[in-house]
């Protein structure tokens, strides 16, 4: 049990190195400080296999000297040795080449209520660690109790605390906490010549609404058995079928392809297409940071910039790039409050559902594919070229007949996007990528 305690000598302490560095002639500096307390546990056949429970707190820098720009961190919290980086980094900047595009994002006098995003859970610093063993165990035991299973992967529980504090030059100070937990579970079933394997998870802000080792141990049950005996097929053109997971998967390439990072860096093929068509009428897909207790929400990013609703797709039509306050200076746009250190990040970047369940889509399939896993790589985001193995439940006349496995699904995102023929109404936010389950008109189905 850990009873997380109030720190505002953090923000004291970033809000006076921000004084120190300016006046030891940093234009420009952030100072940002995390605060965390993790907890995880490995079991595998009720044995525990690994077993973490640590706090930690490190220090980061970013300072601005006549546009060139130096980086540190640090463990180490004392004030003497943070004075002493810190003076360190801004002489270390003039090593550095200038860039017109560096610099901090200007202040914001707009705040999101961090307590409407409900981010922490008090209820996740009282579990005791013996508990969180015991959720693991329970998870993996009830599924070993299946006589379909034949073997275990193991079972985990995590929970995370993390504090976040950032204070820049430009006026910018705030902090926020969040949790988060997750329970996870992965199984095999079938002999040596007949043997597959899948999981199942769940992660959510607040223990109470985690599903339960019961529902947890059903779903990973339920997503192996299901594909035992699988059959081979030929190599054709169908309609696939999405489950909500491959939904999520297809929108972490597409969010790949958005950022802005990779468009100014033109390795992605939709540079160049903003309010453009790249997909038909039923995709509508947003970016969404404000969304109550959901695992992307914040108020503020990695730079300050208050977090938002973003439209990325309309009806088929890009909207916006996701940009941080480089990207954005160099696409002459302006930051969606995306940043995650120097680099970009999805919030809750999701697919507007639509009004299909998914029994209505599946019935919708004379021949085809329901996707259930890829594996391997095979993703260009230079072209949008997808290749991967797969493995699926063969469809015919509207029900599962068999499931499929040794195949290669392939396509191009682009094309993808404009064949999206029917939009699930099941969007659950098992991640913070989340899409319900849809329909493709036509897809390469490899095999034989």
Not at 319 to 326: A, H, I, Q, S
């Given at each position: 049990?850990?009873?997380?305690?109030?720190?505002?000598?953090?923000?004291?302490?970033?809000e006076?190195?921000?004084v120190?560095?300016?006046?030891?002639?940093?234009?420009?500096?952030e100072?940002?400080?995390?605060?965390?307390?993790e907890?995880?546990?490995?079991?595998?056949?009720g044995?525990?296999?690994?077993?973490?429970?640590?706090?930690?707190?490190?220090?980061?820098?970013?300072?601005?000297?006549?546009?060139?720009?130096?980086?540190?961190?640090?463990s180490?919290?004392?004030?003497e040795?943070?004075?002493?980086?810190?003076?360190?980094?801004i002489?270390?900047?003039?090593?550095?080449?200038?860039?017109?595009?560096?610099?901090?994002?200007?202040?914001?006098?707009?705040k999101?209520?961090?307590?409407?995003?409900?981010?922490y859970?008090?209820?996740?610093s009282?579990?005791?660690?013996?508990?969180?063993?015991?959720?693991?165990?329970?998870?993996?035991?009830?599924?070993?109790?299946?006589?379909?299973?034949?073997?275990?992967?193991?079972?985990?529980?995590?929970?995370n605390?993390?504090?976040?504090?950032?204070?820049?030059s430009?006026?910018?100070?705030?902090?926020?906490?969040?949790?988060?937990?997750?329970?996870?579970?992965?199984?095999?079933?079938?002999?040596?010549?007949?043997?597959?394997?899948?999981?199942w998870?769940s992660?959510?802000?607040?223990?109470?609404?985690?599903?339960?080792?019961?529902?947890?141990?059903?779903?990973a049950?339920?997503?192996?058995?299901?594909?035992?005996?699988?059959?081979?097929?030929?190599?054709?053109?169908?309609?696939?079928?999405?489950?909500?997971?491959?939904?999520?998967?297809?929108?972490?390439?597409?969010?790949?392809?958005?950022?802005?990072?990779?468009?100014?860096?033109?390795?992605s093929?939709?540079?160049?297409?903003?309010?453009?068509?790249?997909?038909?009428?039923?995709?509508?897909?947003?970016?969404?940071?404000?969304?109550?207790?959901k695992?992307g929400?914040?108020?503020?990013?990695?730079?300050?910039?208050?977090c938002?609703?973003?439209?990325?797709v309309?009806?088929?039509?890009l909207?916006?790039?996701?940009?941080?306050?480089?990207a954005?200076?160099?696409?002459?746009?302006?930051?969606?409050g995306?940043?995650?250190?120097?680099?970009?990040?999805?919030?809750?970047?999701y697919?507007q559902?639509g009004?299909?369940?998914?029994?209505?889509?599946i019935?919708?399939v004379?021949?085809?594919?329901?996707?259930?896993?890829?594996?391997?790589?095979?993703?260009?985001?230079?072209?949008?070229?997808?290749?991967?193995?797969?493995?699926?439940?063969?469809?015919?006349?509207?029900?599962?007949?068999?499931p499929?496995?040794?195949?290669?699904?392939?396509?191009?995102?682009?094309?993808?996007?404009?064949?999206i023929?029917?939009?699930?109404?099941?969007?659950?936010?098992y991640?913070?990528?989340?899409?319900?389950?849809?329909?493709?008109?036509?897809?390469?189905v490899?095999?034989?």
């Open positions: 049990m850990r009873r997380r305690e109030k720190s505002p000598l953090l923000t004291d302490l970033a006076d190195l921000v120190f560095g300016k006046k030891n002639e940093a234009d420009e500096i100072i940002s400080i995390i605060d965390g307390y907890f995880r546990v490995d079991v595998r056949f044995e525990i296999e690994n077993l973490l429970e640590a706090g930690s707190r490190y220090i980061s820098f970013r300072v601005i000297k006549d546009k060139k720009t130096a980086f540190a961190t640090s180490d919290l004392s004030e040795t943070l004075r002493h980086l810190l003076k360190k980094s002489k270390r900047a003039a090593l550095a080449n200038a860039d017109e595009y560096s610099g901090l994002p200007p202040f914001s006098p707009k999101v209520d961090t307590q409407s995003l409900k981010l859970d008090p209820e996740i009282d579990l005791s660690s013996d508990k969180k063993i015991d959720l693991a165990k329970e998870v993996e035991k009830i599924a070993l109790k299946d006589k379909r299973i034949t073997n275990s992967h193991g079972a985990s529980f995590e929970t605390e993390i504090k976040f504090v950032l204070a820049n430009n006026g910018f100070l705030n902090e926020y906490d969040q949790t988060v937990c997750s329970l996870s579970l992965g199984l095999q079933a079938g002999e040596t010549d007949n043997r597959v394997e899948d999981f998870f992660s959510r802000r607040y223990f109470n609404e985690l599903e339960s080792a019961e529902e947890v141990a059903k779903k049950i339920e997503r192996t058995v299901r594909q035992l005996k699988p059959r081979k097929i030929k190599t054709q053109k169908v309609p696939v079928v999405f489950e909500p997971l491959m939904t999520s998967w297809l929108l972490g390439f597409l969010f790949s392809c958005v950022s802005g990072v990779s468009v100014y860096q033109k390795t093929f939709l540079a160049n297409k903003l309010r453009k068509r790249i997909g038909n009428e039923k995709v509508t897909i947003f970016d969404n940071g404000l969304l109550p207790s695992l929400s914040k108020p503020f990013d990695s730079e300050g910039v208050p938002q609703k973003t439209p990325v309309e009806n088929g039509i909207k916006n790039y996701l940009c941080n306050t480089y954005a200076r160099k696409l002459r746009l302006k930051s969606t995306n940043a995650a250190g120097t680099s970009v990040s999805p919030h809750n970047f697919l559902p009004n299909h369940t998914p029994e209505e889509i019935a919708s004379d021949k085809g594919l329901i996707l259930i896993r890829t594996l391997g790589h095979g993703l260009n985001p230079v072209t949008g070229d997808i290749s991967r193995g797969a493995f699926g439940l063969w469809v015919e006349k509207g029900e599962i007949a068999y499929v496995s040794e195949i290669t699904i392939s396509g191009n995102l682009g094309e993808i996007l404009n064949q023929d029917m939009v699930g109404n099941d969007l659950n936010f991640t913070s990528l989340a899409g319900p389950t849809i329909k493709i008109q036509e897809l390469t490899a095999g034989l």
